[in-house]
């Protein structure tokens, strides 16, 4: 069984930052890239960032490259996105998911087989 839980979501002030963590239970965590993607009410799941099972490479999608950063502790089975300059159009339900594959990062949502419960981002103006 693999579980993935979030945490560090919360309401935050517009420039202001937010540390997402994703804990992940399984004892194949460290082979298999990770993802964090997001989601607003009325609006598809969307990439935000991607990461490779080892950690050297990482890949961003245009609206938070700059301002977010993915990371991973493979011995602390838990992967991390770090948000700085946050807008209020990066109000969402953020989630951390597992690809099926081990490959480099892939933006398709439909590329990942486990995802945790989302943690709610809100950011005001």
């Known amino acids: 069984q693999v579980q993935l839980v979030e945490s560090g979501g919360g309401l935050v002030q517009a420039g202001g930052s937010l540390r997402l963590s994703c804990a992940a239970s399984g004892r194949t965590f460290s082979s298999y890239a990770m993802g964090w993607f997001r989601q607003a009410p009325g609006k598809e799941r969307e990439f935000v960032a991607g990461i490779s099972w080892n950690g050297y490479y990482t890949d961003y999608a245009d609206f938070v490259k700059g301002r977010f950063s993915i990371s991973r502790d493979n011995a602390k089975n838990t992967v991390y996105l770090q948000m700085n300059s946050l807008k209020p159009e990066d109000t969402a339900v953020y989630y951390c998911?597992?690809?099926?594959?081990?490959?480099?990062?892939?933006?398709?949502?439909?590329?990942?087989?486990?995802w945790g419960q989302g943690t709610q981002v809100t950011v005001s103006s």
């Open positions: 998911g597992r690809q099926r594959q081990n490959t480099l990062p892939v933006r398709q949502s439909a590329a990942y087989d486990y």
